[in-house]
C-alpha cells in the first residue's frame, strides 16, 4: 500500500506540473502572435530601407561617413548579445552560446572583445569564460523604440569616439514558431559590398536625389544601424516566445505520458492487493470448513 500511495503523489504532483506546462504554453502563444506580426512588419521596413540606402550610395560619389570608417585593427571590438531572462525555452540560449563561442574562438584576438548584453542568460552562460562589459535592463519585458535607441547611441558613441574598432549583435533570427537560428551581424562599421553597388549601379539609368544623395545617406546610415538593433531585439524576442511555446508543448506531452504510465502502474498494484485479500479470505474460510 506505500507504494500506492508515493504512486498517487506522484500523479498529483505530475498533474499540477501539466497545468503549468499547459499555462505556460498557451501565455506563449498568445505573445508569439503579436510578436510576429510585429517582426514580419520590421523586415518589410527594413529591407525598404536598406533598398534606398544602397540606391543613394550607388549614386553617390566618394562618399564619407564616420559610421563607415575603417578604424584601426588594434581597437577592442564589441558583441553585443540578445539573450532571453528566464529559461524554460529549449536550446534557445545554448544555441546562440555555442554560435558566440565559436565565433569569439575564431578570432586570433578573441581576448579583444567586449560583450554587453540583454537578458540573464548571456551571464550565466558566457561569464565565466569572456568579460562582459554591461547588461542593459528596461522598464518592462519588451523595451520601447526609445530605450533601443538609448542603448544602440550608448554603443555607437564608443565608436565614434575611436574607443571600439566594430559592433556585432548577435541574437537568434526568427523563420517560424519551431524553426530560428542564432546569428551574428556586423553593425558598425556600416558597408555595401562591391558586389551591391555594382548590381545598383546596373539598375540606375537616371536616377536624382534632392537633396542629394550624400545628404540622403547622411539621414539614413544612423537609421539603418537603429533599426538592425530593432529588428534584431524583434527578431529575438518571437524566436524566445516561439522557443518556449514548442518546449512547454513538450512538457506538457510529456507529463501525459507520465501520467498514465503512473496510472497503469498504480491500477496494477491496487489489483494485485485487491487479489492477495480475496486469496486470504478465501483461504481462511475453506480453513474453517476443514
Not at 529549449?90 to 586570433?108: E, P
Not at 574607443?163 to 530560428?180: D, E, L, P, Q
Not at 551581424?185 to 555595401?192: E, T, V, W
Not at 539603418?224 to 508543448?249: C, K, P, W
Request: hydrophobic share 40%.
Amino acid at each position: 500500500m506505500a507504494n500506492i500511495k508515493g504512486l498517487k503523489k506522484r500523479i498529483k504532483t505530475t498533474k499540477g506540473t501539466l497545468k503549468i506546462t499547459k499555462a505556460m504554453k498557451l501565455v506563449s502563444a498568445a505573445k508569439l502572435s503579436k510578436a510576429q506580426q510585429r517582426i514580419l512588419s520590421q523586415r518589410n521596413y527594413s529591407d525598404e530601407l536598406q533598398s534606398t540606402v544602397k540606391m543613394a550610395a550607388a549614386v553617390a560619389q566618394n562618399y564619407q561617413h564616420p559610421m563607415i570608417e575603417q578604424k584601426d585593427d588594434k581597437l577592442p571590438n564589441i558583441l553585443f548579445v540578445i539573450s532571453s531572462d528566464k529559461g524554460l525555452c529549449g536550446g534557445y540560449n545554448s544555441g546562440l552560446v555555442k554560435k558566440i563561442r565559436l565565433f569569439l574562438r575564431s578570432d586570433a584576438n578573441s581576448k579583444n572583445w567586449t560583450i554587453y548584453h540583454i537578458g540573464k542568460k548571456a551571464k550565466d552562460f558566457l561569464s565565466t569564460e569572456f568579460k562582459l562589459e554591461k547588461q542593459f535592463k528596461f522598464v518592462k519585458a519588451d523595451p520601447t523604440i526609445e530605450e533601443l535607441r538609448q542603448v544602440g547611441s550608448e554603443l555607437s558613441q564608443l565608436y565614434l569616439n575611436n574607443k571600439v574598432g566594430k559592433i556585432f549583435v548577435a541574437y537568434n533570427k526568427f523563420y517560424s514558431a519551431m524553426t530560428y537560428t542564432p546569428t551574428i551581424k556586423q553593425l558598425l562599421p556600416f558597408s555595401l559590398s562591391k558586389e551591391e553597388l555594382k548590381m545598383m549601379e546596373g539598375k540606375i539609368t537616371e536616377f536624382k536625389c534632392e537633396p542629394g544623395a550624400a545628404e540622403i545617406l547622411d539621414l539614413l546610415i544612423p537609421e539603418v544601424y537603429n533599426n538592425s538593433i530593432q529588428t534584431a531585439l524583434f527578431d529575438a524576442v518571437a524566436s524566445e516566445h516561439g522557443a518556449r511555446m514548442v518546449a512547454m508543448e513538450s512538457a506538457t506531452k510529456n507529463c501525459s505520458s507520465v501520467i498514465k504510465r503512473l496510472t497503469i502502474k498504480m491500477n496494477k498494484l491496487r489489483q494485485a492487493a485487491i487479489t492477495t485479500e480475496l486469496i486470504e479470505v478465501v483461504s481462511g474460510a475453506e480453513s474453517l470448513k476443514g
